[in-house]
């Protein structure tokens, strides 16, 4: 009952941020919320998640979670790992750009060009 | 014998102060040099400047490949005629770079590239030769060029390849990416027998095998286009 409570909380808050969210594609912020909404109503009807995972060809719903969560955490770091590296991107064209402007000449060469 | 002021050594340092100001002062009578302080801890930037080097310096480490590229746009814009990449370590050998300058000249050639396998390696540790034939037979495969040698930081350009060749990989990856570009724009470019030195120095410092991991899972992710 408690798990039940919680989970419902928590995809409430995720159906909540989807809604007021901006997102670069619109399919997206409509899947997040689509699944968010599922995982309300499967909470509470554990037998339908067991159908669904039967209609897929999964043993038990519990089983499906498994898969989808797995699939769902992949998909999100790799999604993460791209956006740090293009963050990293960011940083070096700075760095370079910075370096560049402010390099230091020895002793009697003065700052030529 | 006087200096050659068209022509830049492009040295990118990480944590190199005990050596960067001796292999400076090797290169210095020679050429222009320009030293990328790739964000290091110690006293690596005033060291260069001391020994008679430009430094750029990056606020933060961002790699070899991201420094190398910093010191060719600098050389670039200072007129550079050509470039050569050299390590901080003190493993290669000013006169050699020398040679390939004059060659690179001589034979109207867009890039020369040190090989240790064509020349000579002082104390090679095994597990290193293994891991660089490796990368040799995957550079051979993916870009077709007839190598013997992969990840030599020696290299001569000229001005005109030094302006095409954009690094993008910024850590260890821009070797092959280098080659890769070679390659592609379809560069003139011969090998050049040269000597690298595995001291002590360069060993506790250098790249670790753990490290070639990190190397392939750069060229997988790819780099910003
Ligand atoms: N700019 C920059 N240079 C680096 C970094 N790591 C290594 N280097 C430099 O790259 C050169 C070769 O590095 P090293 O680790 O010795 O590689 P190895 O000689 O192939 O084993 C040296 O001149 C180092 O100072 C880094 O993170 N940033
Ligand atoms: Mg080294």
């Excluded at chain 2, 190199?16 to 290091?40: C, K, N, T, Y």
């Excluded at chain 2, 690094?167 to 890769?180: K, V």
Aim: contains cysteine; proline residues 2%; charged residues 20%.
């Amino acid at each position: 009952m408690i798990v039940s409570l919680v989970a419902t909380g928590l995809f409430l808050f995720v159906l909540f941020v989807a809604a007021v969210r901006k997102f670069t594609f619109f399919g997206l912020k409509v899947s997040v919320m689509l699944f968010a909404a599922a995982g309300i109503y499967f909470v509470w009807n554990p037998d339908q998640m067991t159908r669904l995972a039967q209609l897929v060809g999964v043993g038990r719903g519990a089983d499906l979670i498994t898969y989808a969560t797995t699939v769902i955490l992949f998909l999100t770091v790799v999604g993460a790992i791209i956006r740090e590296r293009r963050s990293g991107d960011v940083l070096t064209l700075l760095v370079r750009r910075l370096a560049i402007q402010q390099a230091r000449f020895p002793e009697g060469e003065g700052g030529r060009g | 014998m006087s200096r050659d002021n068209t022509l830049w050594f492009v040295i990118a340092a990480f944590n190199e102060g005990p050596m960067i100001s001796e292999v400076v002062r090797g290169v210095a009578p020679h050429a222009q040099v320009v030293v990328v302080d790739d964000g290091s801890a110690d006293d690596t930037g005033d060291q260069a400047l001391a020994g008679g080097a430009c430094v750029a310096t990056h606020l933060v480490n961002r790699g070899q490949g991201a420094a190398l590229q910093t010191g060719i746009d600098f050389a670039l814009a200072q007129g550079a005629g050509h470039v050569v990449t050299f390590d901080a370590d003190g493993q290669h050998d000013v006169a050699e770079a020398l040679e390939m300058v004059a060659r690179c000249r001589a034979e109207g050639l867009d890039a020369v590239l040190g090989s240790r396998f064509l020349g000579a390696t002082v104390n090679m540790p095994f597990s290193r030769r293994l891991v660089i034939k490796a990368a040799v037979v995957f550079t051979r495969l993916t870009t077709g060029l007839n190598l013997t040698d992969a990840h030599n930081g020696l290299r001569v350009l000229s001005r005109e390849a030094a302006r095409k060749i954009r690094i993008r990989q910024d850590r260890m990856a821009h070797a092959s990416e280098i080659l890769s570009q070679i390659a592609r724009l379809r560069l003139n470019w011969r090998e050049h027998p040269v000597t690298i030195t595995y001291s002590e120095y360069s060993l506790a410092k250098g790249q670790k095998i753990s490290n070639s991991v990190r190397i392939l899972e750069d060229m997988l992710f790819g780099a910003r286009s």
